[in-house]
């Protein structure tokens, strides 16, 4: 590597899908380290970095393939803010476990996407956890009035627990903790650690797109009831 390669500097954390926000400050302070110009490292030469535990390849990884990791993750979970979890989680990854990567199997990127469908994997595999506690949490709430609930009362409970799940992560635990853990919004704040504002945010966000989604399988609902009326009205 050439003196332009090698000057680097570590100031502030980086911006962006996935920033490194826990583990080494990886920026350079110039174009030199992140050019993708003449004289720019090879995929091949920063997967040998990496193994060599050279951490301005992890930048230059990060910024030649973040984008990538975060587009494969965002369209997997539907999720922009838990895709840039993901993105995080998959470089800190990539990181600590350089040792086990061989050029000879492939190459950087099909490596990171390697990580990445794992990571994907185990974000999907906490988020049906987390589903199966908020229809638990749900399940075992005693009926407000002492008695034995009705079937509108259950059906009301499966339907919210199905418009639950539909939501992003952040809008699905606030409303769950509200509506199952009958949680006010200031105790929903200092159980998360959110700020009160972002819980409330959160809370009529999600709100909002459950209405709109409960309002577009009405319609559906009522065209298709329309139908069997109009179909039986037909054959009569």
Known sequence: MNAARTAVRRPAPAEGPGALSDGPSLLSDGPSLLSEGPGALSDAEIGRGLVQGDER???????????????????????????????????????????????????????????????????????????????????????????GEGPEHVLDRIVVTRELARLPRVQRDVLALAFFG?????????????????????????????????????AAAGEAAGRALGGGAAAA
Not at 77 to 99: C, I, K, M, N, S
Not at 184 to 193: F, K, L, N
Not at 212 to 217: C, D, G, I, T, Y
């Open 57 to 147: 390849c992890l930048v230059l990884a990060h910024h030649r393939w973040a984008r990538l990791v975060h587009t494969l993750a965002s369209r997997a979970l539907g999720d922009p803010r838990e895709a840039e979890d993901v993105t995080q989680q998959v470089f800190l990854a990539a990181w600590r476990g350089r040792a086990g990567y061989r050029p000879e199997r492939g190459s950087v990127p099909a490596w990171l996407v390697g990580i990445t469908r794992r990571k994907i994997a185990d974000a999907l595999t906490a988020r049906t956890r987390r589903l199966d506690l908020v229809a638990a949490a749900g399940a075992a709430l005693p009926p407000s009035d002492g008695t």
């Open 182 to 218: 009958d949680l006010t919004q200031t105790q929903i704040a200092d159980r998360t650690g959110l700020p009160l504002g972002t819980v409330k945010s959160h809370a009529r966000r999600g709100l909002q797109r459950m209405r709109r989604s409960l309002a577009v399988a009405e």
